[in-house]
Nanobody, 123 residues
Framework: QVQLVESGGGLVQAGGSLRLSCSASGSTFNINFMGWYRQAPGKQRELVAG???????NYADSVKSRFTISADNAKNTVALQMNSLKPEDTAVYYC?????????????????WGQGTQVTVSS
């Protein structure tokens, strides 16, 4: 099991910045992905940014060049620096961690979620 604790959400004006942080504890030795998803009212949860254990990153098109994801593998933390925020970035942001358990037959993937942190961008 992996436990996730998020921090850093809040209210900001359009054009402002926020930084989200997430710390993982528990069975962290098999983590192979850390990322952030978000869910706005009436919309599906979507991937905002992710980073693999090896450092490969990916971003939603809507946040490229504005958001930056970073991770500290030794501390099992992931952060999302959000700049030039827009009202459409308003959502609950969730930290997401995936672990891999390799076996002889196959690899098993497990997904863990944080409790969510509200980000509100006013116009």
């Amino acid at each position: 099991q992996v436990q996730l604790v998020e921090s850093g959400g809040g209210l900001v004006q359009a054009g402002g910045s926020l930084r989200l942080s997430c710390s993982a504890s528990g069975s962290t030795f098999n983590i192979n992905f850390m990322g952030w998803y978000r869910q706005a009212p009436g919309k599906q949860r979507e991937l905002v940014a992710g980073i693999t254990r090896g450092g490969t990153t990916n971003y939603a098109d809507s946040v490229k060049s504005r958001f930056t994801i970073s991770a500290d593998n030794a501390k099992n933390t992931v952060a999302l620096q959000m700049n030039s925020l827009k009202p459409e970035d308003t959502a609950v942001y969730y930290c997401n961690v995936k672990t891999i358990l390799p076996t002889i037959a196959r690899d098993y993937e497990y997904t863990y979620w944080g409790q969510g942190t509200q980000v509100t961008v006013s116009s």
